[in-house]
């Protein structure tokens, strides 16, 4: 079982990353995949959740608006599309998997916003 969590890099204030966390060893289309961040000294908090049908989504309140959180069960793979990002936005992001007592970490993927 691995989530591998790609796309992350440095970017200027204002732009665009999207990141994609794909599975392996299971079936992300039976479990609820939620992306999380943490920053230099902080506590590590969710920011995006989608349900296992991939219907219904919930986002931080920081990121509301201009993150996307989707996912393609063809492709066992889940993404997390970042616009106007912010030097606040700087943190090691975190993909998730759960279902039921099953929860799966990767094994994070920085993203820098900075001039």
């Known amino acids: 079982v691995q989530l591998v969590e790609s796309g992350g890099g440095l970017v200027q204030p204002g732009g665009s990353l999207r990141l994609s966390c794909a599975a392996s060893g299971f079936s992300s289309s039976s479990y609820a995949m939620s992306w999380y961040r943490q920053a230099l000294g902080k506590e590590r908090e969710v920011v995006a959740i989608?349900?296992?049908?991939?219907?219904?989504?919930n986002y931080a309140e920081s990121v509301d608006g201009r993150f996307t959180i989707s996912k393609n069960n063809a492709k066992n793979t889940v993404y997390l599309q970042m616009t106007s990002l912010q030097p606040e936005d700087t943190a090691v992001y975190y993909c998730?998997?759960?279902?039921?007592?099953?929860?799966?970490w990767g094994q994070g993927t920085q993203v820098t916003v900075s001039t």
């Open positions: 998730r998997a759960r279902s039921g007592p099953r929860d799966y």
């Open positions: 989608i349900d296992i049908p991939g219907l219904l989504t």
